[in-house]
């Protein structure tokens, strides 16, 4: 039996219809399954999959002592248009909202596609004129994920920082299933001491799941491997149980989900380090606003001045001639604390620079014309200006202690908190306005051009001392949504300005202050010790590519220890033992040339595990895929009896042809990306001792 043949053309507009539909889905899915462990999805995929409607979303709370999942679905559910931010991001928000009561959940998700990132926020509120019942137990992201294959998970995780060594130290679990990891923060600060608010769960298949919390409070993760396919996480505030008034509204933490896929789980980090820099650093006029080089105009005075308890107006425009006489000219010149009233080396205690915070106004004798004069000479120099505060304590007896009262909290003194200390509100809104005014007033007057905030005491007890019992985590709430409105207020009034983050050192780091500052000195861990600062670095970086220490010495093994993306230069320049002239130039036009490769690619090259210690060998590789090249920083401690080690560089072309450049003997050799990968010796011949070695490709 024949057929009739039917001519091509008579289909041709549904045929090609077809195959640009078949091209498209194929293109789409071919994209997204590099980086999704989650069936393949697309992140705008995934956020469609988990929150349409009738799906319990991946988030969950108590409400009248009954779980959400058991009633979430049967609330009235609405979901707008995406909507693109800009060419990558696009942001959709999901409501759900109880008929009877009135209680409204906003979920608002922000999708980054160029990352296969996803965070959301939530929001309750409540609609109606009576209070809400009981809201409990929020957790921004109760979430299973399942695995392609049965294997192994693994949590990787670090500490926060307590001025220890130990500070931000990897922490690499194998997760046990049905035995949970549990992390949060030793207090009210978002990366104190016991944990940081990063990490990353590597799942079997070669994939996994970069996370981040967006909470300068006390927050929680909970990491369960259910079974051998299906790891969870619960995370949120660890503490809320409260009712809404009649139209009140309240935001949770932040949670930021990144996927990743690849045999190395490096591969997550650095997806999530540049990640950060697009989408959660600062931005002046759309520009990455980089920490810069620092100096402190004073470096401590003599007993029984306190730490910068003695400068002086005339002191410090004759140090800023000193900096220009030596050439020696930072990118930011760091007027730290005790420059306010009551700061005096001949009022004893009373006059220490922590007895006196509340006072926000310049020491009339020692800057009898303000602090503008030595803005204006530091603005000559072609640099700018940074001033600290710290607006969130009051001491007692200072000027907003007593024209204030109304505002400031206070706990009766026990082991943990000073007697002394009051803390300020920026929960209240009139307090908050007013602060926000004072400072930014004081910006303006004083010509300041980097604002550092400074919170030297744990805010977690005043917070459970303000809560009534059916309110417990409203003051915690209230004062972080008010801290990101002193910040976005203060970058509202001058676009300009730069803000670094410091929490007695770096214990206020997370997903939020990182969109809106930087934290110029990550730890007050003692000053000057190069062993520490190398374990600082090579905790940190795995997570965040901007953050910065000190260096005291000019000497190869601590100058290298103290690189970062920024450093704070606290040479002393006055006196006989001051480093020499030649040597501070030098390393300042050092860290200028490789400040930038912190932007990289990050690799650890020696294992985390007692990387403390003073026997061990530590290095770390930075590489920017872009250029094509890198640096290698390795250290010997002194206690080391290895001449050499053999690190495995990544992130490298096989077939390339690589110059290598040794900076401390200025040797140069030629090898392939594969030898690299396979293995370099990596030889320092004195102890305590390091190396630096630039490397760029040459060839293909």
């Given at each position: 039996m024949m057929t009739e043949h039917v001519p091509c053309?008579?289909?041709?507009?549904?045929?090609?219809?077809?195959?640009?539909?078949?091209?498209?889905?194929?293109k789409t899915f071919s994209q997204s399954a590099s980086y999704n462990p989650n069936a393949g999805l697309s992140v705008r995929q995934w956020v469609q999959q988990h929150f349409s409607k009738g799906k319990i979303p991946p988030f969950s709370f108590q409400y009248e002592g009954k779980k959400s999942a058991s009633f979430i679905t049967k609330w009235n559910f609405t979901a707008s248009e995406f909507k693109r931010i800009d060419q990558q991001t696009e942001e959709v928000i999901y409501t759900y909202k109880d008929p009877k009561s009135g209680l409204l959940v906003k979920c608002r998700v922000t999708c980054f596609n160029d990352y296969n990132a996803v965070e959301w926020v939530l929001n309750f509120i409540n609609t109606s004129s009576k209070n809400s019942s009981l809201i409990e137990k929020a957790a921004v992201i109760d979430q299973s994920f399942d695995s392609k294959e049965q294997g192994n998970f693994m949590l990787y995780h670090a500490k926060g920082s307590d001025h220890e060594r130990t500070d931000f130290q990897p922490i690499d679990e194998k997760l046990e299933i049905n035995k949970p990891v549990y992390m949060t923060p030793s207090g009210g600060r978002s990366s104190d001491n016991t944990a940081l608010p990063f990490f990353n769960i590597e799942m079997p298949g070669h994939q996994g799941i970069m996370a981040a919390i967006?909470?300068?409070?006390?927050?929680?993760?909970?990491?369960?491997?259910?079974?051998?396919?299906?790891?969870?996480?619960?995370?949120?505030?660890?503490?809320m149980k409260l009712v809404l008034y009649p139209y009140e509204e309240i935001r949770t933490p932040k949670i930021c989900l990144l996927f990743w896929q690849g045999a190395d789980r490096m591969i997550g980090h650095n997806q999530f380090r540049q990640f950060i820099l697009a989408h959660h650093s600062p931005k002046i006029n759309g520009v990455l606003a980089k920490p810069a080089l620092a100096s402190m105009i004073d470096y401590g005075d003599p007993a029984p001045c306190s730490e910068y308890g003695c400068l002086t107006e005339s002191f410090a425009l004759a140090l800023l001639n000193r900096y220009k006489q030596f050439k020696l000219i930072p990118e930011v010149f760091w007027l730290d604390a005790g420059w306010y009233k009551g700061v005096s080396w001949e009022t004893?205690?009373?006059?220490?620079?922590?007895?006196n915070v509340g006072n926000w106004t310049p020491h009339k004798e020692r800057f009898p014309n303000g602090l503008k004069p030595i803005a204006d000479a530091v603005h000559k120099l072609g640099a700018k200006f940074m001033v600290w505060f710290e607006p969130e304590r009051v001491y007692?007896?200072?000027?907003?202690?007593?024209?204030?009262?109304?505002?400031?909290?206070?706990?009766?003194?026990?082991n943990q908190v000073n007697p002394s200390n009051y803390m300020f509100n920026l929960g209240n809104k009139d307090a908050r306005h007013w602060m926000t005014k004072m400072i930014g007033d004081a910006i303006e007057k004083e010509g300041v051009d980097n604002y550092r905030q400074d919170f030297n005491f744990d805010p977690y007890p005043y917070w459970i001392k303000m809560d009534s019992s059916n309110r417990q985590g409203i003051a915690e709430i209230r004062h972080i949504e008010g801290l990101y409105e002193f910040w976005d207020s203060l970058l509202t009034r001058f676009p300009n300005l730069k803000i670094d983050n410091c929490a007695s050192g770096g214990r206020r780091i997370d997903l939020e202050t990182t969109s809106r500052s930087t934290p110029l000195w990550r730890t007050d861990y003692q000053y000057g010790e190069p062993n520490g600062y190398q374990c600082h670095t090579y905790g940190l970086n795995f997570y965040l590519p901007m953050h910065g220490t000190?260096?005291?010495?000019?000497?190869?093994?601590?100058?290298?220890s103290s690189l970062g993306s920024t450093v704070v230069m606290n040479w002393e320049i006055t006196g006989r033992n001051s480093e020499s002239i030649p040597d501070m130039q030098k390393r300042i036009e050092d860290f200028k040339n490789m400040r930038d490769y912190f932007y990289g690619d990050y690799y650890p090259l020696t294992p985390s595990k007692r990387n403390t210690e003073e026997d061990v060998w530590l290095a770390y590789q930075l590489n920017r895929p872009v250029q094509k090249d890198g640096i290698i920083i390795g250290f010997?401690?002194?206690?080391?009896?290895?001449?050499?080690?053999?690190?495995?560089?990544?992130?490298?072309?096989?077939?390339g042809i690589y110059e290598l450049f040794n900076e401390d003997d200025g040797t140069r050799i030629r090898k392939t990306g594969r030898e690299l990968m396979e293995g370099i010796e990596l030889i320092i011949d004195k102890k305590p001792g390091s190396l630096l070695i630039q490397y760029k490709l040459i060839s293909n």
């Open positions: 053309r008579k289909f041709l507009p549904l045929c090609l219809m077809l195959l640009f539909l078949n091209f498209f889905f194929l967006g909470w300068t409070g006390k927050w929680y993760a909970n990491v369960l491997n259910d079974d051998s396919n299906t790891v969870s996480l619960v995370s949120g505030m660890e503490k004893g205690a009373k006059g220490e620079w922590w007895s007692a007896g200072t000027e907003i202690h007593k024209a204030h009262p109304e505002w400031l909290i206070h706990v009766e003194g026990d000190a260096v005291y010495k000019t000497d190869n093994y601590t100058f290298r010997r401690r002194s206690m080391n009896m290895n001449s050499s080690i053999t690190a495995k560089l990544s992130g490298l072309e096989e077939n």
